[in-house]
Structure formats: structure tokens, C-alpha cells
């Protein structure tokens, strides 16, 4: 069986659930959710999910995109996170920089098997040069800025698309499909509490949706939607949404089990 990963980050399961009838493309047969971890960042948590890796804090080697560093920034970033939406990001410069394969401390499912692997956190993504003019906490509160910033991501996730679209149309042969979308935890942090943008955004990772499952056909491939986490109000869930194209497939019911997750797909 073949392996098709559609990962849309920060995916929300509650506001899939609440939406469902205008997602049927997100929900597929079969949806629900396993448990994420808090205050994990992304290329921690992606690569978690691809190495199985069962302390995410270690799955990437000499590298921090962390929260402040400062004990008692810290202490306020994690306890008083309404704050975040009102300004607090402005004081609070997170360090990013670029993070692929060689950053991970074990080995990826992607080069276990034949692989097509289109712009993947922790693996060979790419991202907006306004990523790195930025953080995110410099964004968050600038109306102007978060216009700019929300923009490139949709820009960059459409291009995302259609390379994967051109991929699926001339590469037959692969064991393994992977493909991520940013902009659905992106709507998060800078619209958290606006339903219309969310809505409007979780409408367009149905859209890519329809057309990546098309591309790829689901008769000898079993194709996994999913997020790394949850997002509401602005700020990270534990609830990361999960979807197949199959109704006997059990889920897994927390992070540290996705890999093995994908692995007993790939073995039936």
C-alpha cells in the first residue's frame, strides 16, 4: 500500500469538526484527532512525525527556534498567552533559522522508502523571505505586516501546490507522497478570533485538498490528512487533526505514534 501525507499545519480539529459539511475533502471517510504536545514548535514536532523520534525536544540536533529564553519571559509567554495577540510578540524576538534533513537525529520515513516529498518542515522546505524579515511575534498585532506576511505564505503554499500537482502528473512511482501547507496555522496566529478568515481558510485547505486526491487516486493508496497540532484564539492546541480515505484504519492516539503509524499503512 502506498502512502499519501497531505499535512496542513496547525489544522484545528474542533473547527473542522464544527465546519465538517463544507469540508468533505478535509474529513474524507474517517476523522478525528491525537494528542500533539505544548510549546513544541513546528520542525520539532515534524520531526517527530517522521523519525518517531520519543522525545521531541531532541528530534532535531543543535538547534533552537525556541521560546525566550529569558526565565521570566518565558514564564509570561507560557502562562499569560492572551498576551501574545496584544502586543507581547513585539518584546519577544524568537531566534528562527533554517532547518532540513541534516538537522534530524534519526533516520525519516521518507528515505526508507521511494519518496516524493514536496517542501516538508525538518526534511527540504522552503519559506517566504518575509519569514526571516520577521518573526512571527513581531507580526502579530501589525495590521499592515500581518496583511504582508499572510500573503507570502498563501503565495508560497500555492506554489507549494502546484508543484505537487506537476510532480503527481509525471512521478508514478513512489511508495511515499508528502506535501505541506502553511497557511492554516499561519490564520491562526494573526486571525485567531476573526471566524470569517479562519472559515475562508479552512475552505482553501479543502480546496487543495480536492485537488491533491484527485492527483493521486486512492486505490492502492491510502491518503493521510493531518496537522502537527491545533490552533485557536491565536495560540497552539494539543488536538492535531487527522483524516483517511479509509474507515478500518485505527489512529494514533498521540505524536510519538504517528510514525509507527504510517509504517502499518505502508506494510499492508
Known sequence: ??????????????????????????????????????????????????TGAQDPRNALKEYTWS??????????????????????GKKLRIRRQ????????????????KSLVINFPAYNWSLPDVVWRWSLTEVIGD??????????????????????LRFLEREKDWDIFAVWFYFTDIVNHLYGKNRVKLFTAYLRANKFAKKLIKAIGNEDT????????????????????????????AFPRNI?????????????
Open 1 to 50: 500500500m502506498r502512502l499519501a501525507i497531505l499535512a496542513f499545519d496547525g489544522l484545528e480539529y474542533a473547527l473542522v469538526d464544527l465546519w465538517k459539511k463544507a469540508l468533505p475533502y478535509l474529513t474524507q471517510k474517517k476523522y478525528g484527532y491525537f494528542e500533539s504536545m505544548e510549546e513544541i514548535t513546528t520542525p520539532f514536532l515534524w520531526a517527530t512525525i517522521i
Open 222 to 249: 491510502v491518503i493521510v490528512i493531518m496537522s502537527d497540532h491545533g490552533g485557536l484564539r491565536g495560540i497552539h492546541t494539543t488536538r492535531a487533526f487527522i483524516s483517511v480515505n479509509r474507515e478500518n484504519i
Open 98 to 113: 533554517f532547518v532540513d534533513k541534516k538537522w534530524l537525529t534519526e533516520k525519516s520515513i521518507f528515505d526508507e522508502y
Open 67 to 88: 521560546y525566550p529564553a529569558n526565565p521570566v519571559l518565558r514564564f509570561i509567554w507560557k502562562h499569560f498567552r492572551f498576551l501574545r495577540g496584544k502586543g507581547l
Open 143 to 164: 495590521e499592515e505586516r500581518s496583511r504582508t506576511y499572510y500573503q507570502a505564505i498563501l503565495e508560497n503554499d500555492s506554489e507549494t501546490l502546484r508543484k505537487a
Open 256 to 268: 510519538k505514534e504517528v510514525y509507527h503509524f504510517f509504517k502499518e499503512i505502508l506494510k499492508s
